[in-house]
Nanobody, 120 residues
Framework: QVQVVESGGGLVQPGGSLRLSCTAS????????MDWYRQAPGKQRESVAY???????NYEDSVQGRFTISRDNAKNTVYLQMNSLKPEDTAVYYC??????????????WGQGTQVTVSS
């Protein structure tokens, strides 16, 4: 099973930026949808953005206009550029893949995630 490793998190002040990376152990070209998820303390994990193989993207309302997801299939990597960060973006961020935007079940093993903390 393809495994993923997330990186790029850290502590940033409100209004700052971070770029997260998700690198897979195998080929992600055949994985139709790649998502970035986040889980804040005491909350359920939620999808914040996804990108299809064709480059179509979708964002959760609270991150629309601030976050940008991209994928480089040749590098088996998915990125999440996060700008104008807010304290409510604080969470552990994970990536995973799905066969379709209409299917909830993920395809890959969950990584350790990368912690993003937005605080002054």
């Amino acid at each position: 099973q393809v495994q993923v490793v997330e990186s790029g998190g850290g502590l940033v002040q409100p209004g700052g930026s971070l770029r997260l990376s998700c690198t897979a152990s195998g080929n992600i070209f055949s994985i139709y949808v790649m998502d970035w998820y986040r889980q804040a303390p005491g909350k359920q994990r939620e999808s914040v953005a996804y990108i299809t193989n064709g480059g179509n993207t979708n964002y959760e309302d609270s991150v629309q206009g601030r976050f940008t997801i991209s994928r480089d299939n040749a590098k088996n990597t998915v990125y999440l550029q996060m700008n104008s960060l807010k304290p409510e973006d604080t969470a552990v961020y994970y990536c995973n893949g799905r066969r379709s935007p209409y299917i909830i079940e993920t395809m890959l093993g969950w990584g350790q995630g990368t912690q993003v903390t937005v605080s002054s």
